[in-house]
């Protein structure tokens, strides 16, 4: 692909979101000129289900990051990510071996959900180690305890923001559980499938109202406070039951 020419296409994605991606590819393009490997689509923009909660997640790997082009894309960045939420990640191409381990999680699930949008497709072959997997899904899930727990508190039982903090959280745990179906060698392709088929395994009372109200934050439907807080405490105990189910995978 030159610069100036159309990015790929059938990425199945709202005009406006389409439109200002393909602005921020060209703009990439002319700022980093031949330091672009590669530009990758990932998460839910990726397969073409993007919700209102959604970000556009944008993976490029260059060969160098100078200041001078990272000056030069400024502009084209900072209105894709006031746009459409664009939201990307900057790898340099030696680091994406180690990267891969240090985030072996995120780069799984990316594996899984992804479409080239210039470039090289480097996933074809990059695949974390299963020592790598397990040790950062324990970081991911201790993480999100964390946070689950000091949002709560944060914003109290009537916090207006703990929908939101749902539909953020959801994204990592669903990538835990897409993880945990790869060690296990489950033929699982999608987070959310992942996320249903394990809540059974952990049994985890009401998981099906859980995956319900996860969904309906996701897509940005109002829930009352009663269900708001009760879906909070059940993703805590589905991320403390799932820390302790992946101690037990060998």
Same mark, same amino acid.
């Given at each position: 692909?030159? /610069?100036?020419?159309? #990015? ?5 994605? @709202?005009?406006?979101? *389409? ?12 700022? =980093?000129?031949?330091?672009?490997? %590669?530009? #990758? ?26 200041? *001078? ?6 502009? &084209? ?11 990307? #990640? ?15 999680? $995120? ?8 479409? /080239?949008? =210039?470039?090289? +497709? ?10 790598? /997997? ?18 709560? /508190? ?12 749902? &539909?953020?959280? %959801? ?19 999608? @987070?959310?499938?992942?996320?249903? *088929?394990?809540? @059974?395994?952990? $049994?985890? @009372? ?8 996860? %969904? ?7 829930? +009352? ?16 039951? #799932? ?8």
């Amino acid at each position: 692909m030159k /610069v100036g020419e159309k #990015m790929e296409t059938n990425l199945e994605l @709202p005009a406006y979101v *389409e439109s200002s991606l393909q602005l921020f590819t060209q703009s990439i393009q002319e700022a =980093f000129g031949k330091s672009l490997i %590669s530009v #990758m689509l990932f998460g839910s923009a990726a397969e073409g289900r993007l919700r209102q909660t959604s970000d556009v997640n944008v993976l490029v790997v260059l060969r160098d990051f100078q200041k *001078e082009k990272a000056d030069g894309l400024h502009g &084209a960045y900072a209105m894709a990510h006031s746009a459409v939420r664009l939201n990307v #990640m900057f790898l340099l191409e030696g680091e994406l071996s180690l990267d891969s381990e240090a985030f072996a999680v $995120k780069f799984s699930d990316i594996g899984v959900r992804h479409k /080239v949008v =210039f470039g090289e +497709d480097l996933f074809t072959n990059l695949r974390p180690s299963r020592e790598g /997997v397990k040790r950062r899904l324990k970081q991911v899930l201790a993480n999100l305890i964390l946070r689950l727990r000091e949002r709560y /508190v944060l914003e109290g039982p009537a916090g207006k923001k703990l929908a939101s903090v749902i &539909a953020e959280i %959801s994204g990592p745990l669903r990538a835990c559980a897409l993880s945990i179906a790869q060690l296990e060698g489950r033929k699982t392709i999608h @987070p959310k499938e992942a996320l249903a *088929e394990i809540l @059974p395994i952990l $049994k985890t @009372p009401g998981y099906e109202e859980t995956l319900k109200r996860i %969904s309906e934050a996701r897509e940005g439907t109002a829930l +009352d406070a009663p269900e708001t807080v009760k879906t909070i405490f059940s993703i805590l105990e589905i991320a403390e039951k #799932m820390a302790g189910y992946v101690e037990k995978i060998k």
